[in-house]
T-cell receptor, first 115, second 114 residues
């Protein structure tokens, strides 16, 4: 069975600084996708970035980049130039491509941006 | 609306009461998912529809949980004889098709069983 681990329950970052949120995963399937979602206090899950297991380059989306280290089974999220609006819960998730379409989520990291 | 819509946003149920939670996916989205998110935890998969077909219900915690999507659009998650451990946020997500990278989530329904 697949598993996602986020070891940082909470993180502080100074506004305008960069921050890395850790995510490790466990699967024996070679074909999978990794996702990061942001969940503000309003409750909705907002898609941030996606990395496929066969992608050669790390994914980037604006201020978000995914540091994908396949051999270590890690998919850390890097947020550059943090903004106050980045304060939220962040979830790492995985989808096994040949085993249904559902996402398996980690326990989340609460990011707090200090002014 | 343009996004996934869930109703009600909040529901308080007495233990033993039946509840029905509604999800309106994005128009044209084939895939629809239900997740359960307990307080302070990540969402956990409940069930998956492709159009009107329920292809996976392996995450439903008991036979008190039932989901349907009869016309391949709106979905309803029904919980019978609610118990306190059912208290959670129930999230609905839709995606354009199987294998599409991005799933769009609604704001969820927060169910509190008292």
């Amino acid at each position: 069975a697949q598993k996602i681990t986020q070891t940082q329950p909470g993180m502080f970052v100074q506004e305008k600084e960069a921050v890395t949120l850790d995510c490790t995963y466990d699967t024996s399937d070679p074909s999978y996708g990794l996702f990061w979602y942001k969940q503000p206090s309003s409750g909705e899950m907002i898609f941030l970035i996606y990395q496929g297991s066969y992608d050669q380059q790390n994914a980037t989306e604006g201020r978000y980049s995914l540091n994908f280290q396949k051999a270590r089974k890690s998919a850390n999220l890097v947020i550059s130039a943090s903004q106050l609006g980045d304060s939220a819960m962040y979830f790492c998730a995985m989808r096994i491509n040949n085993a249904g379409n559902m996402l398996t989520f980690g326990g989340g990291t609460r990011l707090m941006v200090k002014p | 609306g343009a996004g996934v819509s869930q109703s009600p946003r909040y529901k308080v149920a007495k233990r033993g009461q039946d509840v029905a939670l509604r999800c309106d996916p994005i128009s044209g989205h084939v895939s629809l998912f239900w997740y359960q998110q307990a307080l302070g935890q990540g969402p956990e998969f409940l069930t998956y529809f492709q159009n009107e077909a329920q292809l996976d219900k392996s995450g439903l915690p008991s036979d008190r949980f039932f989901a349907e999507r009869p016309e391949g659009s709106v979905s309803t998650l029904k919980i019978q004889r609610t118990q306190q451990e059912d208290s959670a946020v129930y999230l609905c997500a839709s995606s354009l098709s199987r294998g599409t990278t991005e799933a769009f989530f609604g704001q969820g329904t927060r169910l509190t069983v008292v």
